[in-house]
């Protein structure tokens, strides 16, 4: 699917996100979505060229140390042993936290201890669809605004709380969730039938990813945009070439804030060849990553 996005880009010479309008495309998206999309292209939903920057998400998993009382034996291989060291090494402004899903006061407890160390950063809150109900997305989230205010004010979304299968599963309603942070989609997300069913099931946002296609990305994007959701890109550890689809997502949907990038954390050396031509795409400074070289011909640069 990419490398057929990038071979029409090439074959017309074009920035290939230039070429999503009606000039370019036979079919508007109503062939695609339904009949409330129809006389519009995804020119209407997408940016002809890229946002300039875009803070970084850091991923914070669940074993990762926060501080140095957390390693138990540092490392030598050139990257940060601690949460501290990365926000300092590359002034973060945004931390993906991992949850557990299960055991409300340990999630509680780990986003208060993080927030300490990062000292009230954009935080989003992953729970890889463990929490058994809504109810306990709900109390989670009163519990951290109890204990840190700043916390909970800085917390900009929730991914994926319950199980993914929403058909399997009707009784996980997030609307009084989405009701105090947004709710996003995630593994749910297969189709535009998964998307309406997610919305009536309460879901107020939908997480995009490029290994789900990049026309799939671009017509999800589409539809959220039209419906009010809110969006974001997330990363799952994209490499090197990868990583630039994947950022393109994030810098040409006008609604997405931020990106993210762990490959730079766990498999930096996939980056090294990439970073060479294009380095602030790979190096994070003030938190940001400089998305302005995903222009050239074709798909990505």
Request: aromatic fraction near 8%; glycine fraction near 8%.
């Amino acid at each position: 699917d990419a490398a057929l996005h990038d071979a029409y880009g090439r074959l017309h010479g074009r920035h290939v996100w230039e070429c999503y309008g009606p000039d370019w495309l036979k079919h508007d998206l109503s062939r695609y979505l339904d009949a409330q999309f129809a006389g519009e292209f995804l020119d209407r939903y997408v940016l002809a060229k890229p946002k300039p920057r875009l803070p970084l998400y850091h991923l914070v998993g669940a074993l990762d140390a926060l501080t140095d009382a957390d390693v138990k034996e540092r490392l030598a291989d050139g990257l940060p042993n601690t949460l501290g060291e990365w926000i300092k090494k590359d002034e973060l402004t945004h931390l993906k936290i991992k949850l557990n899903g299960n055991d409300a006061g340990w999630d509680v407890e780990r986003v208060i201890a993080i927030d300490a160390v990062a000292g009230g950063l954009t935080y989003s809150l992953d729970f890889n669809e463990q929490c058994p109900n809504v109810e306990y997305l709900v109390d989670v989230l009163r519990r951290i605004k109890d204990r840190s205010p700043r916390a909970f004010e800085r917390t900009a979304y929730v991914e994926q709380p319950t199980a993914r299968d929403l058909k399997a599963h009707p009784e996980n309603k997030m609307h009084a969730a989405a009701a105090i942070k947004p709710v996003v989609i995630d593994e749910s997300l297969v189709d535009y039938e998964s998307l309406l069913l997610a919305r009536e099931q309460g879901y107020t946002g939908v997480a995009l990813k490029s290994c789900k296609g990049q026309g799939m990305s671009m017509i999800m994007a589409a539809a959220a945009q039209k419906f009010g959701m809110f969006l974001c890109v997330q990363d799952l550890t994209c490499p090197g070439l990868a990583f630039l689809q994947s950022a393109g997502l994030a810098a040409h949907i006008a609604p997405v804030t931020a990106i993210e990038s762990n490959g730079r954390q766990y498999c930096p050396e996939a980056n090294v060849e990439w970073a060479k031509k294009l380095p602030g795409l790979f190096t994070i400074k003030d938190g940001l990553i400089d998305t302005s070289g995903l222009s050239g011909v074709g798909l990505t640069c």
